[in-house]
């Protein structure tokens, strides 16, 4: 704290800037090398391979509470109210599914089986505290100052700060990086929709069961909540107001949400809420309207929790940006960046979910970090590539993806100049226990040219991320067909699917699998 107030009262002294922002020269020394704004897995991933590299390196890192009062530590959206607590919950709906199955494999259990949501909810908060603190003993071993401070910037080298107490302190910085991510947004237009509901900022932190529950919004949060909530037995509902998965190849789209609907999430189509009640039992009452309805006859339900999932919003307000120049692009309030994630002030930069027309997605957050770390320390002049970043969505029915969809594909090549191969297969594990495989389902985008390059790979099924992984490389490397046919397959697995498809959409032969 010293520090950072001699740094205060040195600031006029140390650091000379002038008024236009394009114009500033950085001649003086500063505090830091390099102050990262933002603790999750990108602003860590930048701010440990810099000092790495010998850079010196603080970073901020302080969370706003939720709307409903959520508080969480070091390491961002993914550790703490994203992917890492979304897993492990989804692993538990998954458990429950394989009990299901155990008795067609002999096992005998003993008596009715039911799940407990506070012995769940307890098991991951407990994990996830212990990566807050392995984060802050991470940073602690490579030398990087953690300040739980929110900052935001006073010109294009100084961060002025505000820590849990109210003081304030004051540092400079050769680089600053924001990495700030993004927040769940509430529907603006329906009353009590703040005061009631909860996103999933909060989801993974009850301590208790949300009961029965609606899902608003049908992106992969609003899935992967739903979906878990299903898999351990609670009444789920899912308001669509129009596509699921957008963005995402929508045949398999259509095919996750059908798997869902056959296997206990309720959807309610075409249709947006207009109001949330809090009644005297405690019960919250949903009203809402079918949006291709002229009438619009308004129908209502009863829920014990409603849950937002109608996207996310960057994280930026309070920083500062327009003020110091940092532009921000005006329709999604995200950061404007150049392909080195350099922003509109020429020693700013932003990565991850912050960053305009980045994918939302830790790895890539974690790349772009690290690559950025080692320009900025002139270790590198390599640049991420945001091309062909695989992603899964974990719903009931895992759907995993590299590359384009069917749509893309088409809208870039041309319907006539793309080949799609595809196949509905069984995995062997859903033989004995009679599971519905309807929605399990391969298909291959590929270039129609003599080459047949892969443009994507799409897949739904077990285990579908761990299936993609090492396609996804292959893809990058300029995976054709041809390549893709003589690879031999790991048998019997359902990724080895993927090596034998050979029906094509255009034939209209029977893409279904009958056997080895």
């Known amino acids: 704290m010293a520090a950072f107030s001699a740094g205060r009262h040195r600031l006029k002294r ?15 020394e500063c505090d830091y090398d390099l102050v990262v704004i ?8 930048c701010s440990k391979e810099a000092a790495q590299l010998g850079q010196k390196v603080a970073v901020l890192d302080y969370v706003e509470p939720s709307v409903r009062g959520t508080r969480w530590g070091l390491g961002g959206t993914c550790v703490n109210v994203g992917c890492i607590p979304k897993k492990l919950m989804h692993h538990a709906a998954v458990l429950g599914l394989a009990m299901e ?3 067609r494999f002999g096992w005998r259990l003993p008596g ?3 799940h407990d949501w506070a012995t769940l909810a307890q098991a991951v908060q407990n994990y996830v505290k212990s990566l807050n603190w392995g984060h802050r003993v991470q940073l602690q071993d490579r030398r990087v100052k953690y300040l739980n401070v929110k900052g935001r910037l006073g010109d294009a080298h100084t961060i002025a700060g505000l820590d849990s107490r109210g003081r304030e302190m004051t540092l400079t910085a050769k680089n600053i990086v924001i990495a700030t991510g993004g927040r769940p947004k509430y529907p603006t237009h329906v009353p009590g929709a703040r005061e009631f509901g909860i996103t999933s900022d909060d989801l993974f932190w009850l301590k208790e069961s949300p009961g029965k529950t609606l899902v608003v919004g049908a992106s992969y949060v609003g899935l992967e ?3 878990v909530l299903t898999g351990l037995g609670l009444d789920t509902t899912l308001m669509v107001r129009s596509v699921a998965l957008r963005g995402f190849d929508q045949q398999m789209a259509r095919l996750v949400t059908g798997h869902m609907e056959a296997h206990g999430t309720r959807f309610h189509w075409g249709c947006v809420p207009t109001s949330v009640e809090k009644l005297p039992s405690g019960l919250l009452r949903v009203k809402w309207v079918e949006v291709e309805r002229v009438e619009q006859e308004e129908r209502e339900d009863v829920f014990d929790s409603v849950l937002w999932a109608v996207g996310r919003a960057p994280d930026t307000a309070g920083l500062n940006l327009p003020e110091v120049g940092v532009q921000l692009d005006p329709d999604t309030g995200k950061i404007v960046v150049a392909t080195d994630e350099r922003t509109t002030v020429s020693n700013v930069y932003a990565i991850g979910d912050v960053a305009e027309g980045r994918p939302e997605l830790t790895p890539t957050a974690v790349q772009a970090g690290k690559l950025l770390a080692r320009r900025l320390a002139g270790q590198s002049s390599q640049l991420m590539d945001y091309e062909n970043v695989p992603t899964t969505v974990f719903t009931p029915l895992e759907y995993g993806c590299v590359g384009l969809s069917e749509e893309s594909a088409e809208r870039r090549y041309g319907r006539d100049n793309i080949e799609v191969y595809h196949a509905f297969y069984k995995p062997l594990e859903f033989t004995i226990a009679e599971r519905d495989a309807s929605c399990c389902y391969i298909k291959v985008v590929c270039e129609r040219a003599s080459a047949q ?3 994507g790979l799409h897949f739904t099924g077990p285990s579908a991320g761990e299936v ?3 396609f996804a490389l292959s893809l990058r490397c300029g995976l054709t067909y041809a390549q893709l046919q003589d690879a031999v397959g790991i048998h019997p697995t359902c990724a080895e699917e993927l090596t034998k498809i050979h029906i094509t959409k255009r034939s209209g032969l029977d893409a279904t699998v009958t056997g080895c």
Do not use: K
Not at 14 to 24: H, S
Not at 38 to 45: D, E, K, M, N, R
């Open 453 to 455: 390059r892969v443009l």
């Open 112 to 114: 009715p089986v039911s």
């Open 225 to 227: 909540c739903a979906g």
């Open 14 to 28: 140390l650091c000379t800037f002038g008024v236009q922002i394009p114009r500033r020269h950085f001649t003086a």
């Open 101 to 103: 199955d155990s008795g």
């Open 38 to 45: 933002g603790g999750g897995s990108g602003g860590l991933a």
């Open 468 to 470: 993609l992984q090492g």
